[in-house]
C-alpha cells in the first residue's frame, strides 16, 4: 500500500507538472450525463512490448458523480494491450475543477484492475490506437 502511494504521488508530480504544456485535445464524446472531452499527455506515452501506458484527461462541463462525490475532471493513467486491443485503469484523480484543476476530491490506483475491450468506435478504442501509435 505503501509503495503504491508513493507510486501514484510520482506519477501525479509528472503529469501535473506538464499540464498545460503536453494535453492535446483528443475529442469529445457524448456521455449520459453529457459530453466528456478528453485530452492525451503525449509526453507520458510508454511503449513496452505489446503494451502501452498513458495518461488521460477527462473533462465534463457539468459535475459528474463517483460514489457520492462530485468532480468535474479526472485525471487518470490507462494501460492497453496494443495485441488483444483491450484497455485497463491503473490510476486515476478526480478533481473538482475542470482541467485537473481544484482539490483532489479521491484518488486511487491498482495494478489489478481488470482488462475491458476497446472497441474500434468508441473513445476507449480511439485512445487505445493513440497510445499503441496505430494512427
Not at 499540464?19 to 475529442?27: C, E, I, S, T, Y
Not at 488521460?56 to 493513467?77: C, V
Not at 496494443?82 to 485537473?100: D, E, F, P, W
Request: glycine content about 6%.
Amino acid at each position: 500500500m505503501v509503495m503504491t502511494r508513493i507510486i501514484l504521488i510520482l506519477l501525479l508530480t509528472v503529469v501535473s507538472g506538464s499540464l498545460h504544456a503536453d494535453w492535446v485535445n483528443f475529442g469529445t464524446s457524448v456521455t449520459r450525463t453529457g459530453n466528456v472531452t478528453a485530452y492525451v499527455n503525449q509526453t507520458t506515452i510508454q511503449k513496452t512490448g505489446e503494451k502501452s501506458k498513458m495518461w488521460i484527461l477527462y473533462d465534463s462541463r457539468i459535475p459528474r458523480k463517483f460514489e457520492k462525490l462530485a468532480y468535474k475532471s479526472s485525471m487518470g493513467q490507462d494501460e492497453y494491450d496494443c495485441k488483444t486491443k483491450q484497455s485497463r485503469t491503473i490510476a486515476i484523480l478526480l478533481y473538482s475543477k475542470n482541467l485537473g484543476h481544484g482539490d483532489v476530491v479521491s484518488k486511487f490506483s491498482t495494478s489489478s484492475s481488470n482488462w475491458e475491450s476497446a472497441p474500434p468506435d468508441s473513445m476507449s478504442g480511439h485512445l487505445l490506437e493513440y497510445a499503441c501509435g496505430m494512427k
